[in-house]
């Protein structure tokens, strides 16, 4: 098995449980190639289970890359980056990292057009770059590369599938979780973010 397919077995159950919280709203898919990205397929992610890159105004404050306009040209080239401190949300497991960031997309008003999208995650991407859920001007074409490379939809449909009986349990692990609260879109169950805000980033470099 290799690192990308380790990833992806470790994170789809995460991925799974928190899209069946929105109603599949947020595709697995998207959240999966989302999590490939920011973290590097897993390399920059400790006990802080930042996975999905979600700034706050309180958090790990970590050194990443911005995409920045820097000659003036009025377009932001992918080779146009600078490294700026930034805080990021923590969370007590993975799976809490991503029923965060499924809130997160279907509460703030910045995604409408994101959720419009859904169910078509490619779409979403292309949604989420615009938004801007990241600086990077490649964002979207990044993920829709690993969403098709890795045949990441194939998770979409299971969705749909009743949950195992265990599920919860096995997915989260025997790390605490925040206490659930009711979803403002679908009135299902939901993990409260642990700060305010969205990430405008892609990636970070160090600790």
Not at 83 to 103: N, V
Request: proline fraction near 8%; include cysteine; glycine fraction near 6%.
């Amino acid at each position: 098995m290799t690192k990308q397919e380790r990833f992806i077995a470790l994170v789809a159950p995460w991925a799974i449980q928190a899209s069946r919280m929105t109603g599949g709203i947020v595709p697995p898919s998207l959240s999966i190639a989302q999590a490939a990205l920011e973290t590097g397929w897993g390399k920059t992610v400790d006990e802080r289970n930042i996975y999905l890159g979600v700034k706050g105004k309180t958090g790990a404050l970590l050194t990443t890359h911005e995409n920045k306009d820097l000659d003036g040209d009025g377009v932001v080239e992918p080779h146009e980056r600078v490294k700026i401190k930034a805080r990021f949300r923590s969370y007590p497991s993975g799976l809490a990292c991503f029923m965060d960031h499924a809130t997160l997309l279907t509460t703030d008003s910045r995604y409408l057009e994101a959720r419009q999208a859904s169910p078509d995650s490619i779409a979403m991407a292309y949604a989420l770059e615009a938004a801007p859920y990241a600086t990077d001007p490649e964002y979207a074409k990044n993920l829709e590369s690993i969403i098709r490379k890795y045949k990441l939809k194939r998770f979409d449909a299971a969705v749909k599938q009743p949950a195992k009986p265990a599920e919860a349990e096995s997915v989260a692990g025997p790390e605490p979780e925040p206490v659930p609260q009711a979803h403002p879109v679908t009135g299902k169950a939901n993990v409260k973010p642990q700060e305010s805000g969205h990430s405008t980033q892609r990636t970070w470099l160090s600790r």
